[in-house]
């Protein structure tokens, strides 16, 4: 049975985090960490600080997106 809460991420789906991009990935989209935790954030460039809210949450990594 597929578990959310069996994942170890140090973020949860739908809280709100204050991070800076700190790479760009592939794709293009902004990577932020919290706590080493990789978080893609779409629509973001290196060195911005933003709000971001947390959609989605996998194995090694999570899906945000901007804060308005």
Known sequence: MFRRE?????????ETYDVTIEDVAREGDGIARVQGFVIF???????DSVKIRVDKVMRRFAIAAVED
């Open 41 to 47: 954030v779409p629509n973001t460039k290196v060195g």
């Open 6 to 14: 069996s994942y170890d991420a140090p973020v949860s789906e739908g």
